[in-house]
């Protein structure tokens, strides 16, 4: 029981015996479980080699995919862009999710709008929620872009964005000119990233497609960045730190970070920052257009490279020091403007943070899974600090992913014995480091379920999760952090070097016993 002058937080409640007693007799009476005996022996089962190959032989199911679903990425897209609406045609229950996934990682409100398609639109088609959605949405919140992506459920029946929308202007529901871009998301193919891809390309069509005859590549003195799906807000922050630094002047198309990080002084903003309308119009009159995650931008690259004209420099993410290096050459090559000597300096101190951690990193094991361009970058990274990828699996990774990724790491020794698996998911990823034990795995907050059964199996197997990815739902604010640049690079060298150490501490801490490795300065 609580009582009022000393109430329990969950745990040490859980634990009390009346609880305890609770649990049991719901467990007995409603869940029909298996004996503990038989739950460990299976449990068992599933840590070896003979479980593992067998996990990697299914065909059919797919477990705890290590992905989310298209219109999810559509959604973050239209975030970024000012005064815009997310509009997610189809069922409603996938924009709660949409909106909760995203509010649980970046603890702000999230606003999407549905048109709550049901079993009525589900077999005559969905356009009159349309005509009805687009119309409340404007008349209740007031948005100067509507952005529509698509669920499943109307991609099933076959629903036509592009008619339902006309029709929505001929019944003069949204007036012509009202930007209504639109992306076909459909969740059985591709991910959260293609569908970013997808609506990034219908917001640039809708706003330059038709009006590219008095653009000139160039014109107006600037580059374009395109971030695609990106979570990380330290990331659009520093690369607008970085060409400040330069004095390039530059156009983020895409930048959530100001909805998306809403200061508590008493006003709700349903709408804050983001590329306006005029800077997308501007856009194709720039220099040169930068893709920050070129393996998820393969629709964005063909339209800014067939419509805007755009070469769109061939890099790789500007994760870690080479690939930072080369993206700033880049930079400075393609407008003409000098490194500046406050990021050789910045760059100096990574180096000097490398030299100062690398006796503890040399020759750690890490497993790491995520999205294509993150766990590209992840592992180039891992490999400059002298760490060896142990499995590297990407759930939405394709071919050319993974030829890019066998290239890069024939370049390192450290790469020698890293295995790739695209198109696997979390539940191969158990059977991987279950069988074949890292010093630590990177992933999102999913993996701490992994952490669990590693330890379960015993101490000495257990394998311990730096949380670094999408979605972190358990550890707060470190979608603020940053991954890109020299800035990104030493806040990871930090945290991975820190967990070396906390597991150091941690394995070398019983007193008498094991603290001859005990110390105060390492
Ligand atoms: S996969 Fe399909 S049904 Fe599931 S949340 Fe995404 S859009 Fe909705």
């Known amino acids: 029981m609580q009582q009022a002058d000393d109430i329990k937080p969950c745990y040490p409640l859980f634990r009390q015996d009346e609880y305890k007693e609770s649990i049991g007799n719901k467990q007995d009476s409603f869940e029909e479980r298996h004996d503990a005996a038989k739950v460990q022996d299976t449990f068992t089962w599933t840590t070896t080699m003979e479980y593992r190959e067998l996990n990697f032989k299914r065909e059919a199911l797919t477990v705890n995919p290590a992905k989310a679903c298209q219109p999810l990425g559509a959604v973050l897209c239209a975030l970024g862009f000012e005064k815009t609406m997310p509009y997610v045609h189809g069922s409603q229950g996938c924009v709660a999710y949409f909106r909760t996934y995203f509010n649980r990682h970046f603890r702000e409100p999230i606003s999407c709008v549905s048109d709550s398609m049901t079993e009525d639109a589900a077999v005559f088609g969905g356009q009159k929620n349309m005509i009805d959605g687009l119309e409340n949405c404007i008349a209740i919140y007031k948005p100067e872009m509507i952005a529509v992506s698509t669920t499943c459920m109307a991609e099933v029946i076959g629903d036509d964005l592009n008619a339902f929308i006309r029709n929505t202007r001929k019944a003069g529901n949204i007036s012509e000119d009202f930007p209504v871009p639109f992306a076909h998301t459909p969740s059985f193919v591709g991910s959260h990233v293609t569908g970013w891809d997808n609506m990034f390309e219908g917001i640039m069509g809708n706003l330059t497609r038709n009006s590219m005859d008095d653009k000139v590549v160039g014109k107006n003195g600037k580059i374009n960045i395109v971030p695609g799906f990106e979570t990380y807000l330290g990331n659009y922050r520093v690369i607008h730190r970085m060409l400040n630094e330069m004095g390039v002047e530059h156009t983020m198309l895409c930048d959530p970070t100001e909805v998306l990080d809403t200061p508590a002084d008493g006003q709700f903003r349903m709408y804050s920052g983001g590329t306006t309308q005029a800077e997308v119009k501007d856009a194709p009159n720039a220099i040169n257009t930068f893709l920050l ?19 769109t420099p061939k890099l790789n993410i500007p994760m870690g020091l080479e690939w930072t290096d080369e993206w700033l050459m880049k930079v400075s090559e393609v407008t003409g403007k000098p490194i500046p000597e406050s990021l050789a300096k910045e760059r100096g101190r990574f180096v000097d943070m490398m030299t100062d951690s690398h006796t503890w990193l040399h020759g750690k094991k890490i497993s790491l899974y995520g999205d294509p361009d993150f766990v590209y970058g992840m592992t180039k990274f891992l490999t400059e600090l002298g760490i060896e990828p142990l499995h590297v699996l990407c759930n939405n990774g394709s071919k050319k992913w993974t030829k890019a990724m066998e290239k890069m790491l024939a370049e390192t020794p450290y790469g020698k014995n890293t295995q790739l698996f695209a198109g696997a998911d979390l539940w191969h990823f158990r059977s991987l480091v279950l069988t074949e034990k890292p010093d630590f795995m990177i992933g999102n907050s999913y993996a701490k379920f992994i952490q669990r059964d590693t330890l379960h199996k015993g101490k000495e197997f257990e394998v311990p999760l730096i949380r670094i990815g999408f979605p972190i739902f358990d550890r707060h604010h470190l979608h603020r952090s940053t991954t890109l640049g ?8 930090t945290t991975i070097t820190n967990a070396v150490l906390e597991r150091l501490d941690e394995e070398t801490r019983g007193m008498g016993t094991t603290d001859y490795n005990h110390d105060l300065v390492r």
């Open 293 to 311: 995650q070129p393996m998820q931008l393969e629709k964005t690259k063909k339209y800014v490279t067939d419509i805007w004209k755009h070469e």
């Open 486 to 493: 020299y800035e990104g690079a030493m806040q990871m060298l």
